[in-house]
């Protein structure tokens, strides 16, 4: 299971609003988010990423290549995602 703090919002290049509903999204999964099979991530670099409905179910934070499986850095907790940079696109 993915352990998500209430109040850690270490990351202040978004809103604390984005960053809760990306913790909300990758937790509860909702099918229009993952509608692909995967979810797009952003940072404030012009990065994206995905994470997979499958490693999201198997509690994996775990980001992706656009276009390819690659693992581009697996993170321990929804929580270290968020702090990292990273928010639903």
């Given at each position: 299971?993915?352990?998500?703090?209430?109040?850690?919002?270490?990351?202040?290049?978004?809103?604390?609003?984005?960053?809760?509903?990306t913790?909300?999204?990758i937790?509860?999964?909702?099918?229009?988010?993952?509608?692909?099979?995967?979810?797009v991530?952003?940072?404030e670099?012009?990065?994206?990423?995905?994470?997979t409905?499958?490693d999201?179910?198997?509690?994996k934070?775990?980001?992706?290549?656009?276009?390819?499986?690659?693992?581009?850095?697996?993170?321990?907790?929804?929580d270290?995602?968020?702090?990292?940079?990273?928010?639903?696109d």
């Amino acid at each position: 299971m993915f352990i998500v703090s209430n109040l850690n919002e270490g990351n202040m290049n978004w809103s604390v609003e984005t960053q809760k509903m990306t913790k909300k999204i990758i937790r509860e999964l909702p099918i229009e988010n993952f509608i692909q099979g995967y979810c797009v991530l952003k940072k404030e670099t012009g990065e994206f990423a995905r994470i997979t409905v499958n490693d999201a179910i198997g509690y994996k934070a775990i980001l992706r290549e656009m276009d390819s499986d690659e693992i581009i850095v697996s993170y321990e907790t929804i929580d270290e995602i968020v702090q990292n940079g990273w928010v639903v696109d």
